[in-house]
T-cell receptor
Framework: AQRVTQPEKLLSVFKGAPVELKCNYSYSGSPELFWYVQYSRQRLQLLLR??SRESIKGFTADLNKGETSFHLKKPFAQEEDSAMYYC???????????FGAGTRLAVHP | NAGVTQTPKFQVLKTGQSMTLQCAQDMNHNSMYWYRQDPGMGLRLIYY???????DKGEVPNGYNVSRLNKREFSLRLESAAPSQTSVYFCASRGGVARSSDTQYFGPGTRLTVL
């Protein structure tokens, strides 16, 4: 079955600390994965996608097929990074996305 | 460009009432989607429309119907609302049609409470 698992509901860190939001997936085939972010009172928006191999707002994510993971990392967290983060897997045709349950990141001063 | 817009922003219904959630996009996108967001469950796809004139069921379609009125608009209807449909509903759109990594753009959401 196709599934995305985000094991942490809440991740609480202090400003300047490293951050790693975990994402594991189950998919038979070559996966395409995304991270979406939802800041307070804002709409969901794309943060990054694995095929672009980009760094957005200091965040990076590497696809590890051996561990079926796509963890989101940032070396030094900022208060403005506080938000809800969703990992998503492209499923089947027509760009259907399967989302994980989400992890709330709280960065404290 | 307004992007993806949704109305209403908030709605309270009684069990058994019906209502339609409206979604429109001004980006000339082909594909549109309806999701519901529930605590601890992330976003789940209710219905999607790959292109004007087509609609298909997603992961949780029971209790809902959709209409792709034209290329811009994709509505979600609850014929007989149930408390289990209390949720935040998001509409999204995407430019392409077939399987692709194109970005989905989301609306601001509709918070629905069914008493």
């Amino acid at each position: 079955a196709q599934r995305v698992t985000q094991p942490e509901k809440l991740l609480s860190v202090f400003k300047g600390a490293p951050v790693e939001l975990k994402c594991n997936y189950s998919y038979s085939g070559s996966p395409e994965l995304f991270w979406y972010v939802q800041y307070s009172r804002q709409r969901l928006q794309l943060l990054l996608r694995h095929i672009s191999r980009e760094s957005i707002k200091g965040f990076t994510a590497d696809l590890n097929k051996g561990e079926t993971s796509f963890h989101l990392k940032k070396p030094f967290a900022q208060e403005e990074d506080s938000a809800m983060y969703y990992c998503a897997l492209l499923s089947g045709g027509y760009n259907k996305l399967i989302f994980g349950a989400g992890t709330r990141l709280a960065v404290h001063p | 460009n307004a992007g993806v817009t949704q109305t209403p922003k908030f709605q309270v219904l009684k069990t058994g009432q019906s209502m339609t959630l409206q979604c429109a996009q001004d980006m000339n996108h082909n594909s549109m989607y309806w999701y519901r967001q529930d605590p601890g469950m992330g976003l789940r796809l209710i219905y999607y429309s790959a292109s004007e004139g087509t609609t298909d069921k997603g992961e949780v379609p029971n209790g809902y119907n959709v209409s792709r009125l034209n290329k811009r608009e994709f509505s979600l209807r609850l014929e007989s609302a149930a408390p289990s449909q209390t949720s935040v509903y998001f509409c999204a759109s995407r430019g392409g049609v077939a399987r692709s990594s194109d970005t989905q753009y989301f609306g601001p959401g509709t918070r629905l409470t069914v008493l």
